[in-house]
């Protein structure tokens, strides 16, 4: 079983950014897909970005296309989201999930507790 412990989350000014890093542990599994998700007060959890197993390959929700950026790094069992241009709509829970695959289309299966994002106006 694998553990994803989020950080990086707190609160910022809008225009202003984040990096959000998820560490995994226990049975990490390089050779799958990472992502990110989010869930705001009263909202489903929605998709922000995933990448493949070797990073190769990426995607993004329209939303935070052009300010998120999304790496990982395998040799630490860490994915990274790079948050810039923080908007209040941007404001969410965000959440490290790691992917049933080597690539995003495969879903997901394991997440993290989730850390808290807030961006003031």
């Known amino acids: 079983q694998v553990q994803l412990v989020e950080s990086g989350g707190g609160l910022v000014q809008a225009g202003g950014a984040l990096r959000l890093a998820c560490a995994a542990s226990?049975?990490?599994?390089?050779?799958?897909?990472r992502g990110w998700f989010r869930q705001a007060p009263g909202k489903e959890r929605e998709f922000v970005a995933a990448?493949?197993?070797?990073?190769?390959?990426?995607n993004y929700a329209d939303s935070v296309k052009g300010r998120f950026t999304i790496s990982r790094d395998n040799a630490k069992n860490t994915v990274y989201l790079q948050m810039n241009s923080l908007k209040p709509a941007d404001t969410s829970v965000y959440y490290c999930?790691?992917?049933?695959?080597?690539?995003?289309?495969?879903?997901?299966?394991?997440w993290g507790q989730g850390t808290q994002v807030t961006v003031s106006s």
């Open positions: 999930a790691q992917g049933v695959g080597p690539f995003a289309r495969a879903g997901f299966g394991s």
């Open positions: 990448i493949s197993w070797t990073g190769g390959s990426t």
């Open positions: 226990g049975r990490t599994f390089r050779s799958y897909a």
